[in-house]
């Protein structure tokens, strides 16, 4: 390459990462927009609008100054999309742009309507800085992943990247590409969704699943009698569980052990990330290290990290169960530890929900969950103390619903939101494709049915057993059959899942509820509202009404129409189950709490801006169901 050459390539790849940088920052500023108002941070009735109902303006009354949207556009749901530029004006009448979130925050700050901790707003401007940074080198990776898989496409012959993936892969890898895929773009009320603090750039890129990571785990050796064990009731012993399903890794961890002097009979296998294992574990547990309760040498295993970071796949042909570990890693604003909340509710979880579906032919026909069948847990022999444990912990998912062999398709939800390889449309627009054409009443019946799928088992857990699904995008699969039809819903995740005790128990089913000083409980017996408000932020918030955004831009769909699709799908749902609700009463409070009363969700921006004393706050949204009545 000459010199010309060679300065021409330069000179393109920095215009490019000019316009990454840009278009992270203007992603950033949207997101803030978005927050500070859905959380009444800045309230949404002080905004003064243009006739054409996209242009308003802000008062910033503390700064007598003026904030300008120049096209602010409103949705269901209290939703302000920002579309255009923000400037400021001063008294004078002297305006200028706010073109990126460290600005935006500065200039409405006095402005709050709470008190934000003495370093809340230095901390959220360092992680919506890392955020976008980390945004960036996914997106600049992005090009290149999306570029490869154009040719794998075109040299298969195949329609679309989905196509793709269901013929050249295994069930499982293929869900699980669909899952890394949709890793880009995050929670959509994370004002810093990709901040990763503490983490260089290298690191990031090799550990983060948006960018198509492979992570090594250490599988280490931990006394039994410094475990806690919680398991489903199938479930054998922990070292016959874990031979039976990595039986590869068994055997040289065991004759690992047999080499160094140790009885296998008296140890665990405990997975470890391997970052983790470099940059905690061995600094942190140097005690335990040095008295002989753990042991760090063991055999490896490469993972593909999931959307959550720090649950992994191994990258095998045959599916292996799912390792979900802690990782001394600050992500979107927490420390990912593995809390013994989680080792003890998984598998109890699982074992009361998979009760219920062989019990309930309808739900299993619409449900299936991933059980988490196995977890262990740091624990001191003596004390019974396991609070350092939530950095030495696992739960081990089952695999078994990515292993199909009846046709079905695993997707993600977040991953249908993403724009494909191949355009910039969401990937939900290629199985909406395959049923039909891009006419509003195709687009309107894929919803419908995708909506029913979603709704009817959700509402049913929670209304006949006061079970609460996190089902929103990360956590919620749809399983797609070939024509792109949604068939069943796929849940993950019950480490924090929320129940209602009184109603699984007037229908015969018992759940032994953690508790321990300084972490939240799970299991309710008075008040159903924390677990009612976990399933609407998580599913009708984050989820559903994100989905029927998606497709009002994608299609132009006429007035509020999906939000109407979705309150009658919701009313059916309820007339449904009002012959086993447990009171009249019960069932009218609750149609009302979905239907007609503001939807409660978490107030993520304010928690940052207050150092997260509180992980519970919560505002309200106008109901969008209302609105489509």
């Not at 140097?286 to 990258?315: C, K, N, Y």
């Amino acid at each position: 390459m000459d010199e010309r050459t060679s300065s021409a390539a330069d000179a393109q790849t920095h215009a490019r990462d000019v316009q990454l940088w840009k278009n992270a920052s203007r992603n950033a500023v949207n997101r803030l927009v978005r927050c500070l108002f859905a959380e009444r941070l800045l309230e949404p009735n002080a905004l003064l609008w243009a006739r054409d109902g996209s242009q308003a303006w802000f008062p910033l009354w503390p700064s007598r100054r003026v904030l300008h949207f120049t096209d602010l556009r409103r949705a269901p749901a209290g939703t302000l999309q920002n579309l255009g530029h923000i400037e400021v004006l001063d008294g004078t009448g002297a305006r200028h742009r706010l073109d990126d979130p460290s600005a935006l925050i500065t200039e409405v700050s006095p402005a709050l309507a709470v008190s934000a901790a003495p370093d809340g707003l230095a901390q959220l401007l360092r992680d919506v800085d890392n955020s976008m940074r980390n945004d960036v080198l996914a997106r600049r990776h992005r090009e290149g992943w999306s570029a490869e898989l154009r040719q794998k496409i075109a040299n298969a012959g195949v329609p679309g990247f989905l196509a793709y993936l269901e013929q050249s892969l295994p069930p499982h890898l293929a869900a699980m590409t669909l899952d890394q895929w949709g890793a880009l773009e995050g929670h959509p009320f994370y004002p810093t969704w990709k901040a990763k603090p503490g983490l260089p750039p290298q690191e990031v890129t090799a550990l983060s699943p948006e960018f198509g990571a492979r992570v090594r785990l250490r599988i280490t050796a931990l006394r039994k009698e410094w475990a806690y064990v919680e398991k489903m009731l199938h479930v054998g012993s922990y070292s016959e569980w874990f031979s039976q399903n990595f039986p590869d890794l068994w055997r040289d961890w065991a004759e690992g052990l047999k080499e160094r002097g140790k009885s296998p009979e008296d140890w665990l296998p405990l997975p470890v990330h391997g970052w983790h294992l470099d940059n905690f574990v061995r600094r942190e547990f140097d005690s335990e290290i040095a008295s002989g309760v753990f042991d760090l040498e063991g055999p490896e295993i490469v993972t593909l990290p999931s959307m959550s970071f720090r649950t992994m796949l191994p990258d095998t042909q045959e599916p292996r169960p799912f390792i979900k570990l802690p990782v001394a890693i600050w992500l979107t604003s927490e420390q990912r530890t593995l809390q013994a909340k989680s080792i003890h509710m998984g598998p109890r979880l699982s074992t009361l929900i998979s009760d219920i579906l062989a019990k309930e032919e309808d739900l299993r026909d619409t449900l299936e969950i991933f059980t988490e069948e196995l977890g262990a847990i740091l624990r001191h022999p003596d004390t019974g103390d396991e609070h350092p444990g939530r950095f030495l912990s696992v739960v081990f998912r089952n695999t078994d619903a990515l292993a199909r062999t009846d046709g079905l398709m695993p997707v993600t939800v977040a991953a249908l939101l993403t724009a494909g390889p191949s355009d910039d449309r969401p990937l939900i627009c290629e199985l909406i494709a395959r049923n039909g054409n891009d006419a509003e009443a195709d687009v309107a019946a894929f919803f419908r049915a995708y909506a029913r799928t979603v709704i009817r088992p959700t509402l049913a857990m929670y209304l006949l057993y006061g079970i609460a699904f996190e089902a929103h995008q990360q956590n919620s699969l749809v399983l797609f059959e070939h024509s792109g039809r949604p068939r069943k819903l796929l849940i993950r995740d019950f480490g924090d899942g929320r129940s209602f005790a009184p109603l699984f128990e007037e229908r015969g089913h018992r759940l032994r509820p953690f508790t321990q000083r300084g972490i939240l409980p799970t299991t309710f017996d008075e008040d159903i509202s924390l677990v009612r408000s976990f399933v609407i932020d998580a599913c009708f918030v984050c989820h559903l009404h994100e989905i029927a955004l998606c497709l009002t831009e994608q299609y132009g769909l006429a007035g509020k129409s999906p939000w109407r699709i979705l309150r009658e799908e919701t009313e059916e749902a309820f007339d449904a189950l009002r012959p086993r609700v447990s009171s009249f009463e019960f069932w009218l409070r609750e149609r009302a709490a979905f239907l007609e009363d503001p939807w409660p969700t978490r107030s993520v921006l304010r928690m940052h801006l207050e150092g997260y004393r509180d992980y519970r706050v919560e505002h309200q949204l106008p109901n969008p169901l209302t609105e489509a009545e």
